[in-house]
Each structure stands twice: as C-alpha cells, then as structure tokens.
C-alpha cells in the first residue's frame, strides 16, 4: 500500500492543477480522492508517496505528467443508457419532434460531451438505429468528446468486456449490435462509424464545433465551480440550436447559474432549451 504524506500545501496545488486544466472544482477534505485517483500514476513514475509526485509536478511546468494527473482525476464512471429516464424521453417525445423538425434537411447532429468510454455516444447510435430507421437515409452525425485520450482510444475500438456490457444493455441488444468473443463484447463496425470521438477540454477554448440538435453534458458540472458552470453553460448555447435541447446529469441544472435556459421536463427526466426572449416592458400610457 503507498503511504500518504499529502500536504495541505501539495492538496492545494493538486487541486488548482486540476481545476485549471479541466475547470473541475475538487472540494476541500477530499485527500483520499487524489490518493485513490492518482494511485497508478505515483506507481507508474516508481515514486513511494503522492508527495514525490507533487514534487515531479512541480519541477516541469508543463509536460506528459500533468496530462497524466489531469486525466486520472478527471476519468468518469459510465454506462450504456445510464439513469434510463433520459433515454426513454429522447425516444417518445425528443427525437421525434427533432426528426419531425428537420425532415426537409434530413440532418441531425448530436455531441455527446464527456463521452468517457464511450457508453453514452454508442447507446445513442444504438437507440437511433433501433427505433428510427428512417434515419439510415439522413445524414446524423454524433460527435462525442472527452479530455482523456487515453479513454477516447479505448471508446474508439468499441470494446467492453463482460462487466461493462453488462450494465445498461439487454440480452437483445447485444446479440443485434455485438459481436461475443473471449474477451468480451465487440459493437459492430456500422455502429462505430456513427460516431466521432474527439479530444476535447471543457474548460479550454472551444474550436470548430458544429451547431447541435442535442447536446448530452451529463454529470460533469456538478464538479466544476459557479463561474467555470457559467462559463461552460453560455458557451453551450452558442453551439445548440435556437430549437435544440441540452441534457444534463439528474443532479446538474441551469437554473440559478444560467437563466437564458428554460426547463422542460420530460419522462422523470429534465431537458433545457434556450428560452424565448422576454418582451420588453412598456412603461403605461
């Protein structure tokens, strides 16, 4: 077991190393977060204790140590069509007013940010392929974000063993949309080409996205602090559609941090939407 000597000195360090790169806000008292979290790294670099690896951290400004740290702090728990409410929404009432909407272009463009392993983009292409057939025939694009590389490249093979397919997909769907071998799952190649995955720091500068349809940013703001939940939310708008949805984490919601966002609740499930501007008021004549 490696020994814990964090110091409130490299506690603080750690966590404004964090927040800086990822705009994720670790609160105070959550040492055996970072202990548990960067475990493998202080191994991986042969260091006895977390204080070596500060120690490391601080003698290179920049370098592959800091995306290493940044990345196992920031990896996420993930699972095909988790918290399921969401997904039951999507398919009665979200999609299909989207699809009716965009009949004439017959496109349709979702980002799934903070895609992790790839669990939620894939479920999406899953949930389209299942339940809108129709669509084979537009062009959908989903493009599915994360700032761990190292999680976008295990997203990328479409791989997952026995545990991880497990949890969130039926017998059905596994056998329509996987391939069984010794290690596990394999989802098909007609699947994974449905979407992109892209490196992507929420908390960076924003490139050459798209406008989307539907934007998934579930479960990451609640990890971030009131300006970076600001500042994350008003950059959304800018790339969803004036029409177009955004889903967040049953535990994350615009209101009070952003109120150019109106709620619409749906199926036990709470979707946004970038309200109406309000008329002006006329002062009586």
Not at 1 to 25: F, K, N, P, Q, W
Not at 241 to 249: E, H, I, Q, R, T
Request: glycine share 6%.
């Amino acid at each position: 077991m490696i020994a814990s000597t964090l110091t409130a000195a490299d506690y603080r360090y750690l966590s404004e190393l964090v927040e800086t790169h990822s705009g994720i806000c670790v609160e105070d008292g959550k040492q055996y977060l970072f202990e548990a979290r960067l475990a493998s790294v202080v191994r991986q670099h042969g260091h006895a204790n977390i204080n070596q690896l500060v120690n490391q951290l601080r003698a290179s400004v920049t370098g592959a140590i800091h995306r290493e740290a940044v990345e196992a702090m920031t990896t996420q728990e993930t699972s095909f069509f988790r918290d399921g409410h969401p997904f039951e929404a999507l398919r009665k009432v979200i999609l299909p007013e989207l699809i009716a909407r965009r009949s004439q272009a017959r496109r349709l463009t979702i980002w799934s940010a903070a895609s992790s392993t790839g669990q939620e983009p894939y479920s999406l292409a899953i949930l389209l392929r299942e339940h809108f057939p129709s669509l084979a025939h537009w062009d959908v694009k989903i493009i599915a974000t994360d700032l761990c590389e190292s999680v976008l490249g295990r997203a990328r093979t479409g791989r997952y063993n026995r545990a991880e397919a497990a949890r969130g997909l039926s017998a059905p769907l596994l056998a329509r949309y996987f391939q069984e071998d010794a290690d596990g799952f394999l989802l098909r190649e007609e699947v994974r080409r449905t979407v992109e995955f892209r490196q992507f720091n929420l908390a960076g500068p924003w490139g050459s996205l798209p406008e989307f349809d539907l934007i998934l940013l579930r479960n990451v703001l609640i990890y971030f602090g009131p300006a970076a939940k600001r500042r994350v939310l008003e950059k959304t708008r800018g790339y969803l559609k004036p029409d177009g949805y955004l889903l967040l984490g049953a535990a994350e919601t615009t209101l009070h941090v952003d109120e150019a966002y109106e709620v619409v609740h749906l199926e036990r499930s709470s979707f946004y939407r970038i309200a109406p501007p309000r008329p002006l008021n006329r002062a009586a004549r």
